[in-house]
């Protein structure tokens, strides 16, 4: 694959509890670890959150793709991705993925069917593939 478009970040601090700066600076946040995982929590953000915007987001446009190419018509949608964190059984840690998405209008068949081409199409999807437990489902 050649690249289109590369983000780049950096981390700084102390890890889960430091700083990220997007190299052109429109991001930048300190971040905290949930008081889930033993951490201060607060009014900081940590990295299952961004990646969960980030998910949201590009499957949003995956989605919207998808239907333009199949002649759906989407009005109103939204798409809430939810990642968790837990251990492993090896050790080590690891994430799932649930992606609810609001499609109002469309039958379940439509919405079962543009939301798994949908999968099919978005670039996180396709990196977490086989790696990361996702679950789809339509509000």
Do not use: W
Not at 49 to 55: E, K, M, P, S, V
């Amino acid at each position: 694959m050649t690249a289109i478009y590369t983000a780049s970040a950096t981390a700084t601090g102390d890890g889960r509890n430091g700083h990220v700066r997007s190299s052109d600076g429109v991001l930048e946040f300190d971040l905290a670890i949930p008081k889930e995982m033993g951490g201060p929590g607060g009014a900081l953000t940590n990295p299952e959150q961004l990646f969960a915007a980030g998910y949201a987001a590009c499957f949003h446009s995956a989605l919207k793709r998808v239907a333009s190419a199949q002649k759906v018509t989407l009005t109103d949608t939204a798409i809430t991705v939810d990642v968790g964190i837990g251990q492993l059984p090896s050790g080590g840690f690891g994430l799932s993925v649930e992606i609810e998405a609001e499609l109002p209008g469309l039958s379940e068949e439509q919405a079962t069917a543009v939301l798994e081409a949908a999968h099919q199409l978005c670039p996180y999807s396709n990196a977490t593939r086989g790696n990361v437990e996702v679950k789809l489902t339509v509000a």
